[in-house]
């Protein structure tokens, strides 16, 4: 196996960081957010936040080369993914849920290609958004973390329980019908929420 020159992957993991601030910082994108795009932990995307490559107190490395160069190819490069079959599928999903301003349910087996389809339409289009559920996410927490996304300042601070949800739905409608063309919002691994309740408001 060659090894790959530490200066290579010296500007690889800069380019990286580069680009996960600007997904921050033009996305909105939350801790969650970036966890789900890149497959680490908090602590890693602070690591990588503030461009840590090396620990401090002894120098040993934060990521491995095998990490940084799926990152790299991941975040950075502009290289069209494989035209797989599910890929061109999925990308016709979300055109077609923008199009039509609809609710779209995907569902497939683990490494059908839905993240990577994810990953590839969250750096090419300006008005995709992202957000990751988990086993924690409430309903009033994932309305927050949409609105969080949206940039939109918290006015519904001081309210509570019902009047809270709706200031903030309210809110995520207004910034959606505010634009030219649909947003594409991105909600993985939704299936954490198995009451109707939160798709009707979604709706």
């Given amino acids: 196996m060659i090894a790959i ?6 500007l690889k ?10 997904i921050k910082t033009k996305k909105n994108a939350t801790l969650t ?4 795009l890149t497959n680490l932990s908090k602590t890693q995307i602070g690591e990588l936040l503030n461009g840590n490559l090396e620990r401090k107190k002894d120098g040993k490395r934060n990521f491995s080369n095998a990490v940084i160069e799926r990152l790299h190819r991941d975040l950075v490069a ?12 999925l990308t016709k999903v979300a055109q077609q849920t923008q199009r039509e301003a609809c609710m779209t349910c995907v569902v497939g087996k683990t490494g059908v290609g839905k993240s990577t389809t994810i990953k590839h339409l969250l750096r090419e289009q300006s008005n995709m958004y ?4 988990d086993h924690l996410t409430t309903e009033v927490s994932l309305f927050e973390q949409i609105a969080q996304v949206f940039g939109l300042k918290s006015d519904w601070d001081k309210l509570k329980g019902k009047a809270r949800k709706k200031a903030m739905i309210e809110a995520i409608a207004d910034f959606a019908n505010r634009h030219d063309s649909p947003v594409l919002l991105a909600l993985d691994d939704m299936h954490h929420f198995n009451t109707i309740k939160v798709y009707q408001d979604l709706k």
Avoid: M, N, W
Avoid at 5 to 10: A, C, E, L, Q
Avoid at 13 to 22: D, G, M, P, S
């Fill in 130 to 133: 992202y957000v990751l559920c």
């Fill in 13 to 22: 993991f800069q380019e990286v960081v580069k680009t996960l601030k600007e």
């Fill in 78 to 89: 502009r290289k069209e993914p494989a035209a797989t079959a599910p890929f061109v599928r």
């Fill in 5 to 10: 020159p530490i200066s290579d992957i010296t």
């Fill in 33 to 36: 957010t970036l966890v789900g």
